[in-house]
């Protein structure tokens, strides 16, 4: 039968029609089924959390053999407490004298980005598609290190509920593991840890990323030639999206547990001396996610992230609350709005000179788009980026990418001098349990 | 009726989490029976079949009985739990696709929909319920999980946000996505 006019999703009929509530029947079937099957469902042993935070590889012994005696127990922990403090303290000695690599414009060189699993580099113009990884474990989130020699990336084995920080060079040789961090769990090949952020250290020997597990994330800290790793920080403050300072000494990342708590945070690459930068205000339903992706500026004198504002917007048509993208002066605090529009604002992401922020932004009605503007505030104007997704500049800051909004979207590149946009699809026809399209520009030297 | 052990002395539900998280099955059974008819809603509503959301629901149980004592953080077990339920919903319609086996859903008529209220002819109702549950089943997994969570288990953005561990931007991208993707459905099963 023809229908004059089909219904549409604000119709309280689609969703009356949709929802299938149970009867006291079929959840009594569910639970007597269930309670069966728990009898012979056996539970997995606790786990007992070490510090350092090391959690064992596949294939790898978890535990040392056991020799013995508390004695023995108590030298080993003694042991192990002075191992991480002398290596905290060389961390901190030998980042601290590493001298930044020029920030600026540099000539632009491969776009890596992961598709099917598998981590792929193009030309520039989209073309040369070179598979640089394969097999069946997905890897996923390529990052190139600033100095364009290699690229990082997370790698989860096909079953397995550890992913793995791996480091390659820049032509796909020498994979190594940095580092780890288990899922929450594996489910259907989809884990509930989303975050799978990468930040390169400016000397490229250090890679910081969101470590733990759910509600509990925290800063990690791993030596990208795979001699170690560990969580950093306040354990009970939470810390996601790291970001290091341009002389590799500090680290920004969103913290805080509490409401008077969250906020945008700076501590020692060690982990020590953690302050926050953001006022601490009520902020509405933003919940622990009322701040994102803080970012340092290349002359390390202030911080760029977006927060949530809590304004509804009139025309959308679904819950919203307006973001604006902030640059905070880091020594005096001082914050200063980007945008005031009454609008999504997101994925601020700074040029590779420090001149301008590029952002998503969305009203709650195609199209969306990429803004950039001058850093202050100045030189507005928009890119044409359909869908949603993080945001990264060409190395001569020429041009915006982002990432696949879904596997069908492909890649943008979008052109400033030309307002032409570019898009490298993606091969593969479904995203893996960790999405698809993340992409990365090499930098190479200017 | 739900038979569950009684235990007159634990009832704050950290405390439960963490006897379930020893083995106390006691426990874990005081945690998800009394959830049981909203899971059952939420795997319903997205699986659109009633074995296959009975199904997952036990999944989804089982699983979280088995993975407990990963969980660090108890405050979360809601969330965590729910997180399993729709991942098992996503497996459930992966492997339906897989099978490409067609079902005939007989249960197309949803309970809160009264005929008698809303004035349009029998038929056009019934045909507009139809229309409906076929544009929905045209969606993928995740559009469905999303738009189940926000409109019938009634998550606010800041909720599904923290289920999902993603911004709340990006879940009212999706949502948005999600809305739009449904409206096309409607249409094309509209013509």
Redo the contacts between chains.
């Keep these: 039968m023809k229908n004059e006019r089909p219904p549409r999703p604000d119709d309280p009929m689609v969703w009356s029609t949709i929802r299938k509530e149970p009867d006291d029947t079929a959840v009594e079937a569910v639970w007597a089924s269930l309670s069966d099957r728990l009898e012979t469902t056996p539970q997995l042993a606790p786990r007992i959390i070490t510090w350092p935070w090391s959690p064992a590889l596949p294939g790898v012994s978890r535990r040392s053999p056991r020799i013995g005696g508390r004695a023995v127990t108590t030298f080993a922990t003694v042991a192990l407490v002075a191992l991480v403090v002398l290596i905290a303290a060389v961390a901190v000695v030998t980042i601290g004298r590493r001298v930044p690599p020029p920030f600026g414009l540099a000539a632009p060189g491969l776009i890596a980005f992961d598709d099917g699993g598998d981590v792929v580099v193009v030309d520039q113009d989209g073309t040369r598609r070179r598979e640089l990884t394969s097999g069946p474990a997905v890897d996923v989130r390529p990052t190139w290190s600033l100095d364009g020699r290699m690229i990082a990336y997370w790698s989860v084995p096909r079953g397995e509920t550890v992913a793995r920080l791996m480091v390659m060079d820049a032509d796909g040789s020498h994979p190594r593991i940095a580092g780890t961090k288990e899922l929450g769990f594996d489910v259907s090949g989809r884990p509930v840890v989303d975050w799978f952020d990468i930040a390169w250290s400016p000397d490229g020997r250090f890679l910081a990323f969101t470590g733990g597990v759910i509600g509990r994330p925290q800063v990690g800290i791993a030596r990208a030639d795979g001699s170690g790793s560990s969580l950093i920080g306040d354990p009970d403050l939470l810390g996601q999206t790291p970001a290091w300072s341009p002389d590799g000494t500090k680290l920004a990342f969103r913290g805080g547990r509490a409401d008077r708590e969250r906020g945008v945070y700076v501590m020692a690459a060690d982990g020590t001396d953690i302050v926050r930068v953001t006022t601490p205000e009520q902020l509405g339903d933003g919940g622990t996610f009322s701040y994102f992706l803080p970012t340092w500026s290349p002359d390390g004198t202030r911080l760029l992230y977006s927060k949530m504002v809590g304004e509804q917007h009139p025309a959308a048509a679904v819950p919203f609350s307006a973001y604006r993208i902030i640059v905070v002066d880091v020594v005096s605090g001082i914050e200063t709005p980007l945008s005031d529009d009454q609008a999504y604002n997101d994925y601020p992401v700074w040029s590779p000179d420090g001149s301008r922020v590029a952002y998503m932004q969305w009203k709650g009605t195609d199209p969306s788009y990429s803004v950039v503007i001058g850093a202050d505030g100045s030189n507005r104007t928009t890119l044409p980026i359909p869908g949603w997704n993080s945001l990264h500049w060409s190395p001569d800051g020429q041009a915006v990418i982002a990432d696949a909004t879904d596997v069908s979207a492909g890649i943008v590149v979008s052109s400033l001098a030309g307002r032409t946009m570019l898009t490298i699809p993606l091969t593969s026809t479904v995203p893996t349990a960790f999405g698809a399209g993340a992409a990365s520009w090499q930098r190479l030297a200017p | ?3 569950i052990s009684t235990r007159p002395v634990v009832r704050d539900e950290t405390s439960l989490v963490a006897l379930a ?3 106390d ?1 006691a426990a ?2 005081m945690l ?2 009394p959830r ?2 909203r899971l ?2 939420l795997t ?2 997205i699986l ?1 079949n ?1 074995a296959d ?2 199904d997952a ?2 999944e989804a ?3 979280a ?9 108890a ?2 077990f809601e969330a ?1 739990l729910w ?2 339920a729709v ?2 919903c ?2 459930a319609l ?1 492997s339906r696709r897989r099978s490409q086996v067609r079902e005939i859903a007989i ?1 197309e008529m ?4 009264d005929l008698r209220q ?1 004035g349009r002819p029998f ?2 109702q019934l ?3 139809d ?3 076929r ?2 089943r045209r969606l993928d997994p995740d559009k469905r999980s999303i ?2 969570l ?3 288990d009634d998550r ?3 909720d599904i ?2 289920l ?7 879940v ?2 999706r ?2 996505s999600a ?1 739009k993707a ?2 096309r459905a ?2 094309v ?3």
């Design positions: 009726m739900i038979a998280q020893v083995g099955r874990f059974e998800v029976a049981i008819g059952l809603r319903g509503s659109a009633e959301a009975s629901v036990q149980c089982l699983r009985w088995r993975e407990l004592p990963r969980l660090r953080d405050d979360r965590w997180q399993i991942n098992a996503r497996t992966r249960d949803p309970p809160t929909f809303s038929d056009d045909s507009q319920a229309l409906v549950g544009a929905f738009l189940v926000h409109h019938i606010s953005v800041t946000a923290e999902y561990a993603i911004p709340t931007g990006t009212k991208w949502l948005y809305r449904l409206q409607l249409e099963e509209a013509r």
